[in-house]
């Protein structure tokens, strides 16, 4: 492993498609965390941003990218044909993961997905692809329901985060969690919303994810 702090920009290559990214990892960390973003959202997500910090502050890396490229985000924002095409999504996913396995600074690291929204259900799909080389996986707000028959092959130890007061996704996820086959668990954000807008409800979300990244690495 790597001990010296590492935060560059990447541009992360799945065959001939080219996917810009932020790559950070602390010192010390224990392995590293690619983002799936929800749809309408892009590697600048603040709320994201927000998680990803405190990741790096409880010892894993993150990779925050772009799940598209910018002629698909242009097309997507008249058309919407991409934000719920699971299946790319999590191409896009699996082929970051072994991108992260090509590179000189990253490929001893173990690899954990975090999704949101959409992204969740990508992350899923993607971590039943990639089996045990997933070693965790985190859904906030997400739509875990988008994974279809792949949720039942998921090996990897799942953490669904979801808002008290998103009623509709909170069943999604109970759904959800029944299908899952793996080592898992619900948690609930009490007075949160589908965003965790609310004050300090992201701040849970950020050390709940921090906390099962930290237990399931190697």
């Not at 799945?14 to 983002?35: H, M, Q, R, S, W």
């Not at 792949?150 to 808002?163: D, E, F, R």
């Not at 954000?189 to 237990?215: N, R, Y």
Request: net charge negative; glycine share 12%; proline share 5%.
């Amino acid at each position: 492993m790597l001990h010296e702090g590492i935060k560059e920009e990447v541009n992360v290559t799945i065959g001939e498609v080219y996917l810009p990214g932020t790559l950070e990892i602390p010192p010390g960390a224990k392995g590293i965390v690619l983002f799936a973003h929800g749809s309408g959202s892009s590697r600048f997500s603040p709320r994201n941003q927000l998680v990803a910090k405190v990741l790096r502050e409880k010892g894993s890396g993150t990779l925050l990218f772009d799940l598209l490229t910018s002629d698909e985000e242009a097309e997507d924002e008249f058309s919407g044909i991409y934000r719920f095409d699971i299946g790319l999504l999590a191409k896009r996913l699996v082929g970051a993961a072994h991108w992260l396995k090509t590179q000189k600074q990253t490929r001893n690291y173990p690899i954990g997905f975090f999704g949101s929204s959409t992204g969740g259900g990508a992350a899923l799909v993607a971590a039943a692809e990639l089996g045990e080389r997933i070693k965790a996986v985190v859904s906030r707000g997400g739509r875990p329901d988008l994974a279809g028959e792949s949720l039942k092959k998921v090996k990897s130890p799942t953490l669904l985060i979801v808002g008290s007061l998103d009623e509709f996704v909170l069943r999604l996820n109970e759904q959800a969690l029944e299908a899952l086959q793996c080592e898992k668990e619900l948690v609930v954000i009490p007075g949160a919303s589908h965003l965790f807008e609310e004050p300090g409800a992201l701040d849970k979300v950020a050390a709940v994810a921090a906390d099962w990244f930290s237990a399931h690495w190697p």
